[in-house]
């Protein structure tokens, strides 16, 4: 059974960094591209982070610059450094494959930037 489980999520203020953790189990991990993907109230979830098997990243326009994604095959881990945080990150950030699996979405990690 595929299990996808992010975590490092919180409440943060504007211009401030968190680290996104997605630990994957029940396949092989390495052999996919993953995502990283959030969903703001009343918004449909989009993709704001991609980085294939071999570790070649995309980012969506609005958080270039800014997030950093990452993976470390040996430990089935996805990673999103997310830095200047503003209020227009304010989401639950999941991570799935790419394209998503339908029955890979997790809970995902709330992440909230308020003053």
Same mark, same amino acid.
């Given at each position: *059974? %595929? /299990?996808?489980?992010?975590?490092?999520?919180?409440? %943060? *203020?504007?211009?401030?960094?968190? $680290?996104?953790?997605?630990? !994957?189990? =029940?396949?092989? +991990?390495?052999?996919?591209?993953? =995502?990283? #993907?959030? &969903?703001? @109230?009343?918004? &449909?979830?989009?993709? !704001?982070?991609?980085?294939?098997? $071999?570790?070649?990243?995309?980012?969506?326009?609005?958080?270039?610059?800014? +997030?950093?994604?990452? $993976?470390?095959?040996?430990?089935?881990?996805?990673?999103? *450094?997310?830095?200047?945080?503003?209020?227009?990150?304010?989401?639950? #950030?999941?991570?799935?494959?790419?394209? @998503? %699996? @339908?029955? #890979?979405?997790? /809970? =995902?990690? *709330?992440?909230?930037?308020?003053?």
């Amino acid at each position: *059974q %595929v /299990q996808l489980v992010e975590s490092g999520g919180g409440l %943060v *203020q504007p211009g401030g960094s968190l $680290r996104l953790s997605c630990v !994957v189990s =029940g396949t092989i +991990f390495s052999k996919y591209a993953m =995502g990283w #993907y959030r &969903q703001a @109230p009343g918004k &449909q979830r989009e993709l !704001v982070a991609e980085i294939t098997s $071999r570790s070649s990243t995309n980012y969506a326009d609005s958080v270039k610059g800014r +997030f950093t994604i990452s $993976r470390d095959n040996a430990k089935n881990t996805v990673y999103l *450094q997310m830095n200047s945080l503003n209020t227009e990150d304010t989401a639950v #950030y999941y991570c799935n494959r790419l394209p @998503p %699996v @339908p029955n #890979y979405w997790g /809970q =995902g990690t *709330q992440v909230t930037v308020s003053s």
